[in-house]
């Protein structure tokens, strides 16, 4: 058997190197230290696997030199210098290392919570750099007895939570998309109500970056805050709305914030940091000597699993060579992701069954299906630490059930894909089908018949059918400044009505409330794709 080649594009832990060296079945290139123009042009079509870091895009070039690779493994969590359709197309899987950092992140939301009560930064620069011994002032406050608001309670939250315990803080948690069960076993109390968190002394955020996290804390939920209330993020960069956090700190509403991340880094000139009662680091938060070993290690063991052909762990996309799959394939599976991840955001709660349901030429790909829709609907709640290859891992650790059925074709289209979601809350059901081989459209949600594009942001109105509904949605639209792009209606036998209203813009909590305060209104809810 040939040797396999893998190329080390940027600095790793040595420990990654030695177990890529001691391997014989592999020849290893550290070309870390080598010019990027050197790497991608001369290096690049050498290898089998690729190991990288921020430092090295995996872009158009690279992927013109990639003759060879088959994988590579990101070493870390994000993923942001990788071109992952490319790859798919190309048939490159990408992997991550999604938990090797998971307790430097943990203790690093402990290090500025504890800075944060005890103003330990501005203490120890006091004393050790300007030469001054004034204890009184420095008083803070104790941890004990304070209620901590953990908001994302994920592997990184929860072990967050688990440990203020020990502080013997009260904590509380939030996250529509757990089981209750997985805070209630911790001894930690669970709400479903946002309001419960914005009363807390104290509140850290731990979610993943997408559309309903970004600015989920502004200016309007600080306003709902304590008075003195302590913001720690460790988490993701604009979960916070930066200026609010700063008016908010300004005014003193907030007393202190711990801050890691921020929107766009390096933030070396950002005027948080002219403020006394910010704590900050430079998104440290992976960056202890065990987790750049860990990354190291994993990066390692996963680039020799998926240069030998063993597995994937951690695969972020399927690679799909355009020999190997059908052309009418691939819309079908994007478009039962989509509907996973529509579906996921208008329950907004914890999954119990994802059932699939296939009609027509598609059904022989129900595996698949079954596969992205699932990927879909827990990508809401769980963000890139699911793919898949481990979705199914997940949607088990989780109770989900994840179901698949084919049906004869009796639906008139020639293919027709179905998805059921059933949280503990409600149940929703969308179909979809493709026309002209590309053009993708959601036919059926509930009982509603309809003709809907799954693009952009969709704003879903449930209402009595009775006149004027239309006029009332369209003028609160119109006074919140958001451009209607698309409307469809459907309605039913039972004279009841549900809009999908596309819109240009971001759906605000103040634009939900003022049209579930319509008297014809059923239920409000929106989406993102």
Not at 116 to 128: E, G, I, Q, T, W
Not at 276 to 284: A, E
Request: aromatic letters at 6%; charged letters at 25%.
């Amino acid at each position: 058997m040939s040797r396999k080649t893998i190329v080390v594009c940027d600095h790793i832990h040595q420990s990654g190197l030695d177990i890529l060296a001691n391997d014989s079945e592999i020849e290893l290139i550290n070309a870390a230290d080598e010019p990027k123009d050197k790497l991608v042009s001369e290096i690049i079509p050498l290898a089998d696997v690729a190991i990288t870091r921020s430092s090295t895009d995996v872009d158009d070039a690279f992927l013109a030199a990639a003759k060879k690779i088959t994988a590579v493994v990101r070493a870390g969590v994000g993923v942001d210098n990788v071109d992952i359709p490319g790859s798919s197309k190309q048939g490159i899987v990408i992997m991550n290392v999604p938990t090797a950092n998971t307790i430097a992140a943990v203790e690093l939301t402990m290090a500025h919570l504890l800075s944060c009560v005890r103003k330990f930064p501005y203490a120890h620069n006091n004393l050790k750099l300007d030469r001054v011994w004034r204890r009184q002032d420095w008083y803070g406050t104790e941890l004990k007895d304070k209620k901590l608001g953990v908001i994302g309670f994920g592997n990184i939250g929860s072990r967050v939570g688990k440990r203020a315990k020990a502080f013997e803080m009260d904590v509380l948690a939030f996250d529509p998309y757990i089981d209750p069960s997985k805070a209630t076993d911790l001894d930690v109390a669970y709400t479903k109500n946002f309001e419960d968190i914005l009363a807390c002394d104290i509140i850290t955020i731990h979610t993943p970056k997408n559309q309903e996290t970004i600015g989920m804390i502004g200016s309007e939920e600080i306003a709902k805050m304590k008075d003195g209330v302590i913001l720690i993020n460790c988490a993701r960069g604009g979960l916070y709305d930066e200026d609010a956090l700063l008016e908010g700190l300004k005014s003193g509403k907030i007393a202190m914030a711990g801050i890691d991340v921020f929107n766009k880094e390096p933030a070396t000139d950002h005027p948080l940091l002219d403020l006394d009662n910010v704590t900050v680091t430079p998104h440290l938060g992976a960056n202890t000597k065990e987790s750049q070993r860990n990354i190291a290690i994993q990066a390692a063991e996963n680039a020799i699993a998926a240069v030998k052909g063993i597995s994937y762990p951690n695969a972020l996309n399927l690679p799909i060579k355009e020999n190997e799959l059908p052309d009418f394939v691939r819309p079908y599976l994007e478009l039962i992701q989509k509907m996973g991840h529509l579906s996921a955001q208008v329950t907004k709660s914890a999954v119990k069954s994802i059932k699939v349901t296939a009609e027509g030429p598609v059904t022989e790909y129900i595996e698949s299906m079954g596969t992205f829709a699932t990927v879909g609907v827990l990508t809401e709640s769980v963000g890139d630490t699911v793919n898949y290859v481990n979705v199914e891992f997940v949607a088990e650790d989780r109770g989900i059930e994840i179901l698949k059925e084919t049906k004869p074709n009796t639906s008139g289209f020639t293919n027709k894909v179905a998805l059921k979601l059933t949280t503990v809350e409600s149940t929703i059901t969308i179909a979809g089908t493709v026309f002209d081989d590309t053009v993708q459209r959601i036919i059926e949600i509930d009982d509603y018949t309809l003709d809907v594009e799954p693009k952009g942001t969709m704003i879903f109105f449930r209402n009595t059918d009775t006149p004027g509904v239309i006029g009332d949605v369209g003028h609160i639209l119109a006074s919140n400044e958001l451009n209607i792009s698309d409307f469809r209606l459907g309605r039913d036998n039972k004279k009841q009505a549900l809009a999908i209203v596309r819109v240009d813009g971001q759906i605000s909590k103040k634009v939900l409330d003022e049209l579930s305060s319509l008297e014809a209104c059923i239920s409000v809810s929106y989406a993102t794709l």
